[in-house]
């Protein structure tokens, strides 16, 4: 693994007066599921117009204390990202493509019209407080500390303009596999009464109106029988886009792997970006190009296509076994986990345990 760039001055630590004691902390992460759990200690650190970006300091996790006027509260101003921290072979701590996550955040801080922040604060906000709470690290299968970074308008005001003050803040998780149970394979909901994005608007955001938008559906399709929803786009509706918090791609019967492309409307996923490279690092053909309803169902039927999987940060690679669409139901492959749907994921998390070589410098270690 590489070694990181520099680092900065150590942010501030404001000492915390009762940490978690090692046995509950230890019977809290023997089953932490996906999100429940959170660690001793965030991050933070603020900006205003007068003083920039300040205050950069890890502090006990604590409940926020906000006026009923904060401007996120009103006008949505918020964006956040999703990443881990993984315990590797050699028994080091390390993340996975966070220069990634930290070019991520900026651009949505663009879109919301949200002040950037320097990527190494960003960078070194995430390895501090990983650093500070690493021995949270579950050991359960899938075991990881998710990471989330987050940013939103935190001065007191009502009017719709962007916000004079920000707080960005790191909290951690530790987390085992996101499907409980890990299914073999999810089953999906077509969404026709509801879009994720339209063009000029949000989708290739990170912000929290997206998610809170694909509510709705997602209860539509859990009412269904469903795991999860896929949206088609917003015009024509008939072009696959992807899943509420996950991107899609599929298979074909030549080896062929197709994903939608990115344009604005779909959220621009890391692990795809990462799936696409080891794909074509092991010779095959990923073709970024739009994917119609109508074609995937008819390439199921015919056997063209052979697997689909949907990929994030949070659940890796998850295979699609079936798809459901009104009154219609479609069969992907044998309906369950596909055989290069397994072997991709796989090689992405042998990298990210460091059970393989990282050719592309992915890997960080932070200690």
């Known amino acids: 693994m590489p070694d990181r760039a520099p680092a900065l001055p150590a942010l501030a630590i404001e000492p915390h007066p009762a940490r978690v004691s090692d046995a509950d902390r230890a019977d809290r992460i023997a089953d932490p599921g996906f999100g429940r759990i959170f660690t001793d200690h965030m991050a933070s650190a603020v900006w205003n117009t007068e003083q920039g970006w300040h205050d950069a300091r890890i502090t006990p996790r604590v409940p926020l204390q906000i006026d009923p006027a904060t401007s996120v509260l009103h006008y949505a101003q918020e964006i956040f990202e999703g990443m881990k921290a993984y315990r590797t072979a050699d028994g080091a701590m390390a993340l996975f493509r966070p220069q990634e996550n930290a070019r991520r955040f900026n651009a949505s801080a663009r879109r919301m019209a949200m002040p950037e922040i320097p990527e190494a604060l960003f960078l070194e906000a995430v390895r501090q407080v990983v650093a500070t709470d690493a021995d949270w690290f579950p050991g359960v299968p899938g075991g990881a500390l998710y990471i989330r970074p987050f940013m939103f308008s935190s001065d007191v005001r009502l009017g719709v303009r962007p916000a004079s003050e920000y707080r960005f803040l790191v909290i951690v998780s530790p987390v085992g596999n996101y499907f409980r149970g890990d299914p073999t394979a999810i089953k999906l909901w077509v ?27 997602q209860a539509e399709a859990i009412e269904r029988g469903c795991d999860q929803v896929v ?137």
């Not at 994917?291 to 998850?318: H, K, M, N, P």
Request: negative net charge; glycine residues 14%.
């Open 231 to 367: 949206y088609l786009d917003a015009i024509e509706r008939k072009w696959v886009e992807e899943l509420g918090g996950m991107n899609l791609f599929f298979v074909m019967d030549d080896g062929t792997l197709v994903t939608p492309p990115l344009g604005g409307t779909i959220l621009p996923g890391i692990t795809r970006d990462s799936l696409i490279t080891i794909a074509r690092d092991e010779g095959l053909t990923v073709r970024e190009e739009r994917y119609g309803i109508d074609q995937w169902r008819a390439d199921a039927a015919s056997g063209r296509l052979v697997e689909s999987f949907a990929c994030g940060t949070a659940a890796v690679v998850t295979p699609v076994g079936e798809v459901r669409d009104g009154d219609s139901v479609f069969t992907i492959g044998s309906g369950g986990p596909g055989q290069l749907t397994q072997r991709l994921r796989q090689r992405l998390v042998d990298i990210q345990y460091g059970r393989a070589p990282d050719r592309h410098n992915w890997v960080e270690s932070i200690g």
């Open 191 to 217: 969404s026709r009464n509801y879009v994720r994005a339209a063009p000029g608007g949000t989708g290739e955001a990170k912000c929290g109106g997206n998610y809170a938008g694909s509510l709705v559906a």
